[in-house]
């Protein structure tokens, strides 16, 4: 009865807290989309519909999410498969170098690819012609500078399936007579497609609905940037809402979809010798054929790096018509750090992620111990709904802050309490909004760092601690907290990063210059002329060394269980 009492404890504000940070503008999206003076209408849906501007701005985002998808597959399949099955030289170094695309948000790498693909960049000045690469494929950039950038989702899921994967299955298909190829797709393919729908899934919402990428190549004409571009003329023009109402429609639906498929088509294997599975060891050519679809998918995938780097270091104006840097400076890495605009940024983003990570641990933490080990009935309920923000884009989740920011300042007892309307006001503080979106965002990352950590940890210790008085308080500070803290240590950093380095939320929530955090300021300083893309550059360098040095160390804490924090 205690456990019972305890659970629901918990349980009871972790599911109000869900409700009201990620239902609750949800709900409020919907409803600026579909009501319209007090009544229920598809005049606004229907209006963006037939819009052709609008229409063009979906087609244009549905060809990004699939190419970007198609392709971050194609890439990764192969690339698990051979990190999975063989040894070759070099394997340890380059599975963990296939995370390195991560460490830069694809907005971040455009910047870089602007200097190398401009009409007067370094491809250019390598080829000797002023071809406007960007003009004449601004689509199939964005759809390859995406997709090399979020392959390693994935890659993660992949690797993970294949891994767990009986190889007796495939034995067996073999003494019957079945080809490699007839082994992987009728034995395989059925075994992981859990995992790689997941992962493509996952892709397709996230390159859907990135607005920064578009939005630093200039390609206005789809969905995420008309969205953007609308925020201006949203107190008197609806349609933005009934876009972003659509999105989060269609992507309910994708989510609802992929789970049933799962559950209709989950295979289990009939024993656990995959875990102990040994891979092949390949050497000589054998090894280095194994080795270079490695080297060149990095290679392609870090260009965008590369260029962010060289940017940074290159003096103003002296990367003009030449492959390099004409002149190079490290000023633009101090200035970053030093730069009024930058430095407040640093800190506004510091302080956000850092209280996001905080009310995350403890969420994550309640959650998980309510999932794992107690009998509330509705708990499978409840770990669900703290999943299913890894499925609903920024994009969605901003704009459902900025309609409850919109109603709850206007409300009169809010106006009539000027403290309390500077908090809830997105337009004179957004420091609460965006610390709550970025938790919810984010959550499911220390969730599933937190179940992991519980799995691991014999239920018996706790029944030993419970039988010998222990309060559930006090078995879960004492004995539970230190077995998994190594699991919510390395959850904790990959979910500071990945806030610190929040872009939807960030360009629309932060309208205030003071309040800016480090993505927007990178956006603003990416629009100044003089040293304005210098100093974004260098900045979104800084980040990338912090997000890489976060993604080794959750990497070495969490291991295997890394793949699982990408998994919708």
Known sequence: MLRRSAALAVAIPSAGFLLVAFLLPLGMVIQGGFVFSGR??????????????YRAGWWTSLSIATGTTLLATLVALPLAWLSVRYEFPARAWVTSAVLWP????????????????GRYGALNALLGTTTDWLGIGRLYVVIVVQALALFPIVWLNVSASLANVDPS??????????????????????????????????VFIWSFTELGTPLMLGLSRCTPVQIYDGLKDIGTQPEPYALVALMLIGFAALFATVRAWNQRHAYASLSRTA??????????????????????????????????????VSDTGQWYRSVLPTRWTWAHWANALGHELTLRSI?????????AVALDLVLAVAISWVSARSHVRWRGWLDTLATLPLAVPGLVMAFGYLALSARLSHHPWVRSNPWLLSWLDVRESPALFLVIAYATRRLPYLVRAAAAGWSQVPPVLEEAAAVAG????????????????????????????????EVSDSLILAQRMDSYPVTKTIYELFALVGPGPHLAAALGAWAMAFLALSLAVASRLLGRNLGSLFRV
């Open 275 to 312: 875990q102990n599975r040994s891979p092949t060891r390949l050497r000589g050519w054998k090894g280095v054929a194994c080795l270079l679809p490695f080297v060149a998918v990095l290679a392609l995938a870090l260009l965008p790096h590369v260029g962010v780097l060289l940017t940074a």
């Open 169 to 202: 299955l495939e034995e067996a298909a073999t003494v019957a007579g079945a080809t490699a190829w007839q082994a992987f797709r009728h034995v395989t393919l059925p075994l992981i497609m859990p995992g790689l729908i997941a992962g493509a899934s996952l």
């Open 102 to 117: 991560m460490v830069l948000p694809p907005f971040v790498g455009a910047l870089g690819l602007q200097q190398i693909l």
């Open 40 to 53: 229920w209408t598809l005049e606004h849906v229907l209006s963006a519909l037939n819009n052709p501007v």
């Open 470 to 501: 222990a309060s559930p308080a006090r078995v879960i500070r004492t004995i539970t907290l230190p077995l998994i803290a190594a699991h919510l240590v390395g959850g904790a950093i990959l979910t500071f990063a990945f806030c610190l380095l």
């Open 347 to 355: 800190r506004n983003s510091l302080v956000y992620a850092g209280a």
